[in-house]
C-alpha cells in the first residue's frame, strides 16, 4: 500500500523508488523537489515531467517556503489517529517554485491561519521515516 | 435543436436507506434493477443489447461480462464507468454515443449500491467506508503525500475550495447554508427522500457541527444505500416506448486531477469546459433550462457548479443563490428531488438521482413537485475532489 500506519495506527507515507529522494531529503531537513531543464519544478515526484514528459529531469534543493493557497481547519480527523490530532489544519500551500504541495500546518494557532500567509517546511522523524509539514514562516 | 438519436425511455430508482434491509450482491441488485427499468419503459428485455455499469462487488474484474451472463443479456456493447459521483452521467452519454454510431440499440444503465450478505449469515446492515477512498494504493501520490498529511476522504478537499472562494470573492456562510436549506425544502415533497419530513433553517446549520472548516455537518451528504436504472435506447424505438422520450440532447466531460492539490484552479472547475461542450452541443442556452441539477455532495459543489456551469458569471454565486429561490417552486428550481443532501447520497446511485429526477420532470412523473413546464433539464455529476464532471443536456421529444 501506498499508505502504511505506525503502532498508534497514524497513517505514514510507504515510500517507493520514485519518492526516496524526497523522503530522504526530508530526513536531512531539506525540501527535494525534481526540476525538467524547460518546464522547471513539478510535484510530487514522478518517473518523468508531466509536461513534456522528459525524463531528463534532476532532484534540487528547493526552498521548502511558499503560501497557503487554501486551508480548513479538519475538525473531525475521518480516522481514529486523525482524530487524536484534531483540530488540525490541512493546507494547500503554493510553493515559491511554483508547484502546490497539500501538508498539515502545525506550531500555529488554527484559527489564524489565513489565505495567503507564508509558511515553510518544517520536518518530523517518525516511525521508520520522516514526514513533512509547513508551519507560519520565520524570518529568513 | 440538439441530438435526437438515443432517449431515456424507462428508469428504476430505490430508496435511500441508511440502513440497508435487504442484503443482496451487487449482481442480484442489476437483475432487480433492471426488471424494473423494463418494465418501466415496456421494453422487452432481449431487446437489450449494451451495459453501462459499475459496483459489481462480485466481480472485480471482467464486471460487463459478469453482468451480461447473470441477466442473459447478448451485449453489443458493455463497459464498467468508473468516474466518481460523475459515473452515471458518464454512463448515459457513452450509452447515448454508442447507440448514435450504431454499436447498439439499447442500453441499460445499471447502478448497484447495495450491501452484500455475510459469508456467515450474520446480520450486517453498515459495509467498511474505505476512507481513504483507494488513495491508499501502493504507489499511490495521494497514499505517500496527502493521506498521511490528514488529506482523507472528501470533505476536506471541498472545504478548502470553500475557502479559496471566500478568499477570492467573499462568501457568506449563510449563503452555503441556503442551498442545503432549499434542497431539504424540496425534499419535502420526495416521500422516497431520507429527509422527507425533516425541513430545516439556516439556523439549523449554522449550528450544526463544524467538521472541516467552513462546511458543517448539514452541508454535507448524507451516505446511505439504494440504487437505480435507466433504460437508454434509439430514437425509432422511444417513439413506441410508453412514457415521453427523453432525448440525451447534448453532453460533455472534462476532468484534469485526481486530488485538489493539482486542480489546475480551485474555482475553475471541469464543470465549466463540460457544460459549454454540452449546451452547445444541444444548441440550448442557459435560459431556456426548465430544470437544474447539479452534483451536490456539499453546498459548495452547487455554488462553484452554478458558476462554471454558466448559470452565473464567475464570483457572482453568492448574489444568485440569494436572489433566487432554488425551490422546486421557486423561480429558479434546482435539484427539485432534493438532491443528495435532502434525499440522501446512496453511493454510486447519488448521482443517478439527478438524472432519474431529470427524467420524471420531462415525462412529467414527478409528483407532488412537478414542475409546470418541464422540457429542458440540465444534470450534472461530480466525481472525486472536483475532478471528474460530466454534464448532460435532457430534452422532451
Redesign the interface.
Known amino acids: ?3 502504511r500506519h505506525d503502532s498508534q495506527g ?7 523508488a520514485t ?1 526516496k529522494p524526497h523522503f530522504d531529503a526530508a530526513r536531512e531537513r531539506r525540501f527535494a523537489m525534481q526540476r525538467c531543464p524547460r518546464d522547471g519544478f513539478f510535484f ?1 515526484p514522478r518517473s518523468r515531467c508531466p509536461t513534456c514528459l522528459g525524463a531528463d529531469w534532476s532532484w534540487q534543493t528547493a526552498s521548502g517556503r511558499g503560501v497557503v ?11 481514529p489517529a ?1 482524530a487524536r ?1 484534531a483540530p ?1 489544519v ?3 500551500v503554493e510553493l515559491d517554485e511554483g508547484p ?5 500546518l502545525v506550531d500555529c494557532d488554527v484559527e489564524r491561519v ?3 500567509m507564508r509558511v515553510e517546511a518544517t520536518y518530523e522523524d517518525v516511525e521508520g521515516g520522516t ?1 513533512v ?1 509547513f508551519r507560519p514562516e520565520t524570518a529568513r | 435543436m440538439g441530438k435526437q438519436h438515443a432517449a431515456v425511455v424507462g428508469l428504476a430508482e430505490w430508496r435511500p436507506e441508511r440502513v440497508w434491509p435487504r442484503p443482496m450482491f451487487s449482481l442480484e441488485a442489476c437483475a432487480e434493477l433492471a426488471a424494473l427499468a423494463l418494465a418501466d419503459a415496456g421494453v422487452d428485455k432481449r431487446e437489450v443489447d449494451g451495459l453501462c455499469l459499475g459496483g459489481i462487488y462480485e466481480s472485480p474484474m471482467f464486471a460487463p461480462s459478469a453482468a451480461a451472463e447473470y441477466l442473459g443479456i447478448r451485449a453489443n456493447f458493455a463497459e464498467v464507468v468508473d468516474l466518481g459521483g460523475a459515473t452515471p452521467a458518464g454512463m448515459l452519454w457513452r450509452a447515448a454515443a454508442a447507440i448514435e454510431v450504431g454499436a447498439c440499440e439499447t442500453v441499460l444503465v445499471l447502478c448497484p449500491s447495495v450491501i452484500p450478505p455475510r459469508p456467515d449469515g450474520a446480520k450486517r446492515g453498515k459495509l467498511d467506508f474505505p ?2 477512498l483507494g ?19 472528501a ?2 478537499s471541498y ?3 470553500a ?2 472562494y ?2 477570492r470573492y467573499g462568501l457568506r456562510e449563510e449563503t452555503l447554508a441556503k442551498i442545503a436549506v432549499d434542497e431539504r425544502y424540496n425534499a419535502q415533497f420526495n416521500p422516497d427522500a431520507i429527509f422527507y419530513g425533516k425541513p430545516i433553517t439556516v439556523e439549523d446549520v449554522m449550528r450544526s ?7 458543517k455537518l448539514l452541508e454535507i451528504v448524507m451516505p446511505c444505500f439504494g440504487g437505480g436504472a435507466l433504460l437508454v435506447t434509439t430514437a425509432e424505438r422511444a417513439r413506441r416506448a410508453r412514457h415521453r422520450p427523453v432525448f440525451v440532447a447534448g453532453f460533455g466531460e472534462h476532468l484534469t486531477h485526481k ?4 486542480a489546475p484552479d ?1 474555482l475553475d472547475n471541469p464543470i465549466r469546459v463540460a457544460a459549454e461542450r454540452a449546451f452547445r452541443m444541444a444548441g440550448v442556452d442557459r435560459k431556456g433550462v426548465d430544470v437544474v441539477l447539479p452534483y451536490d455532495c456539499f453546498t459548495i459543489t452547487v455554488l462553484v457548479t452554478l458558476e462554471n456551469a454558466g448559470f452565473c458569471g464567475k464570483g457572482e454565486g453568492e448574489r444568485f443563490v440569494s436572489e433566487h429561490s432554488l425551490r422546486w417552486d421557486g423561480d429558479f428550481p434546482l435539484n427539485t428531488h432534493g438532491g443528495q443532501l435532502g434525499a440522501g447520497q446512496p453511493g454510486l446511485a447519488g448521482g443517478l438521482g439527478h438524472l432519474t429526477e431529470a427524467v420524471r420532470q420531462v415525462q412529467g412523473r414527478a409528483g407532488g413537485r412537478q414542475l409546470k413546464k418541464c422540457d429542458v433539464a440540465y444534470a450534472n455529476g461530480t466525481g472525486g475532489m472536483m475532478a471528474e464532471q460530466v454534464a448532460v443536456i435532457l430534452q422532451g421529444a
Open positions: 500500500m501506498g499508505t497514524r497513517p505514514l507515507p510507504l515510500v517507493n519518492t510530487y493557497h487554501s486551508f480548513t481547519i479538519d475538525r473531525a480527523g475521518h480516522v486523525l490530532l488540525y490541512v493546507a494547500i502546490r504541495c497539500t501538508a498539515r489565513h489565505v495567503g514526514v509539514h | 476512507i481513504y488513495g491508499d494504493a501502493w504507489g499511490s501520490p495521494q497514499g505517500a503525500f496527502e493521506i498521511p498529511e490528514g488529506l482523507v476522504a470533505t476536506p472545504a478548502m475550495v475557502q479559496r471566500m478568499a457541527r463544524r467538521v472541516c472548516d467552513p462546511l486530488s485538489i492539490t493539482y480551485l
